[in-house]
């Protein structure tokens, strides 16, 4: 377990200078996110600047879970001033419909659909156009680790809220 913070951490650290976080709670929901042991890594950007700069960016989404679990990664403008935990609210408010999805998913703005869910040990890649802006990406699977249905993800917290800038 020791070895895997490790990781964590390195990766939280890449993932905090790619993105600029305007603000301590912004640095807090990488740390929310990565609590739950889904990686987010920024691994290379189609602009030539630093990788906070509007245009394409490349993330690579891993699910690095020791017991199976669905992630996903969606991506969402957020608007004028919301935040990362207007999501988390939202969504801990709303629960799930009777098909077990989060209700409050279809509230934010998906910029770049939905990439599909990365199970344990699986790997997602997303490329998106971003222009600036303020952004979150936010998991709205309900799954528990192991098994078993529970509240969406982004309701326990794993919302990271990113800006870009021009
Ligand atoms: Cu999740």
Redo the contacts with the bound molecule.
Sequence with gaps: MASRGGAVRAVAKAVTRSLPLGSARGRRAVWRLLA?A?VLALVSTGCSKSSSSSGLHQFLFQ?KESLP????MIPVALPSGKKAQDIIDDTKAKGVNADGEAVAEDDWLHIGGDFG?ADTGAGVVETLYLPPGTYAIA???T?NLGGGEGD???A?G?VFQFTVTS
């Design positions: 739950l889904a699910n679990i669905a992630h996903e869910t998991c709205w699977q799954g969406p993800h982004a326990r794993m």
